[in-house]
């Protein structure tokens, strides 16, 4: 591809991680000196925000491919007609009042198919409807997590695994909120998981701390959403390890809390992270997203 002497502008949005990076337009076929220039600020920054970048979903799809082969949400039923590479995540509803997507996607803290064999190595997420009250994100930076632990603490998860499973049903920390009512279910992250789901998503092991194949740092790899317990570790044991871990990930001092604006692309390493849908948005109000997935490798 021919190269430019274009220059990026890249401002740092917080202490913990988070850029945001100007002066491309992803639209258009990327140089290799550009895409450099992006991928040098995501390993540094974790998360990139892409403002003012109106795509389509061919589009999206293509700048997406850059960083690897792309996933489909095994769930496949939320997947844009057509594309089947973007997920879908809107609380609209269709004609007969039924939920056409996920809406409640991403409100636990999570990264992106954790539960997989070869989890994800990063994700794009497209605005398309931004609600006035809602709907923002948070990132939590997993290599500060970390590196903030107490020796002991990380002498002691050297060498652990734990499980990961797609079916919340399946994590013993979590249930449906008590006045949520049946019908409501469907559409919601609560929604009973197909045979054919459960097969294409078995529970996967996976070390408590990983090293990133690219920068080389530790970070934590586990959440609240998909880890569910501690491998060869007795329940209560593995369970107070895992919440003392959780409670050390979310402090505030580790986290990127973002506003939406139409027609932003965020990426984001899901090696080094877990992130949260805030929530919030009122039923009068739509809030529309569109995710790739970039597929990874096994954690080492």
């Known amino acids: 591809m021919v190269t ?3 220059r990026l502008s890249v401002k740092k949005l917080g202490d913990a991680l988070g850029a945001e990076m100007r002066g491309v337009d992803l639209s258009r ?37 850059r960083f690897g082969p792309l996933e489909i949400h095994p769930s496949r039923k939320h997947n844009v007609k057509n594309y089947p590479e973007l997920l879908l995540l809107t609380n609209r509803k269709d004609a007969a009042g039924n939920y056409v997507s996920l809406r409640d996607g991403g409100s636990i803290w999570h990264s992106d198919l954790s539960y997989m064999a070869e989890p994800s190595r990063c994700s794009l997420l497209y605005a398309i409807d931004v609600p006035v009250n809602g709907g923002d994100t948070e990132w939590a930076n997993m290599y500060k997590a970390y590196e903030s632990l107490p020796q002991s603490l990380k002498d002691r998860i050297a060498g ?19 006045d949520m009512k049946p019908e409501e279910l469907k559409g919601s992250i609560w929604e009973k998981k197909s045979a054919a789901v459960k097969a294409r998503t078995p529970a996967v092991v996976h070390r408590i701390v990983r090293t990133h194949p690219v920068t080389g740092r530790k970070a934590l790899f586990v ?33 990127y809390h973002h506003r939406w604006s139409v027609n932003q692309l965020l990426l984001w390493d899901n090696r080094c992270t877990v992130h949260l849908a805030c929530g919030g948005v009122p039923d009068s109000q739509i809030r529309t997203m569109q995710r790739t997935t970039v597929r990874g490798e096994a954690p080492v």
């Open 4 to 6: 430019t002497a274009t």
């Open 29 to 65: 076929p990327v140089p290799d000196d550009v895409f450099e220039q992006i991928t040098a600020a995501w390993l540094e920054h974790i998360v990139i925000v892409f403002p003012d970048q109106k795509l389509s979903n061919e589009e999206h799809i293509q700048f997406s491919r």
């Open 160 to 178: 652990l695994r734990a499980v990961h499973q797609f079916d919340l049903v399946e994590n013993p920390r979590f249930g449906p909120p008590v």
């Open 223 to 255: 959440s609240r959403r998909f880890t569910t317990h501690v491998a060869d570790m007795e329940a209560d044991e593995g369970e107070a390890l895992l919440l003392d871990l959780f409670d050390r990930a979310e402090r505030a001092e580790h986290i």
